[in-house]
């Protein structure tokens, strides 16, 4: 995998800074109306990616339980060395991307497993 991406995705804070760069792929689109209170939908944002620095592997590592139609729920692992952090991929239907960093503990223990054959 070379890049994450996902729309009005946020710049990573600073410690996932190190490990990913960002970068904006698309123009902005959704609601641009000036006038709307963004209630059932957010406002329009651009593509974006978080693209891994040299070192850094990602390993996507399945669906979350959360996932249905209207939600995409993903986790993914990424790895340096003998460093790996795990993260929750979050896009909902009408609303912007997020990506969250999770604990081990809190990734599902059918998805976690899956790291273990990755690596």
């Known amino acids: 995998m070379t890049e994450i ?18 970068e904006y792929i698309g123009e902005p689109q959704g609601c641009k109306n000036s006038r709307c209170a963004h209630v059932s939908h957010a406002q ?9 620095r040299p070192g850094v592997r990602i390993f996507w590592l399945g669906y979350g339980p959360l996932d249905r139609a209207d939600l995409t729920e993903k986790y993914f692992a990424a790895a340096r060395g003998d460093e790996v952090r795990f993260y929750r991929y979050v ?17 599902p ?11």
């Not at 991307?97 to 990734?107: A, F, K, L, M, S």
């Open 91 to 107: 896009k909902p239907l009408h609303y912007w991307t997020r990506i969250e960093p999770v604990d081990p503990g809190d990734v």
């Open 44 to 52: 329009a944002a651009p593509e974006a990616a978080w693209i891994p």
């Open 109 to 119: 223990a059918y998805i976690r497993a899956r790291l273990t054959a990755e690596l």
């Open 5 to 22: 991406k996902g729309w009005g995705l946020w710049e990573p804070d600073q410690v996932d800074a190190e490990w990913f760069a960002y």
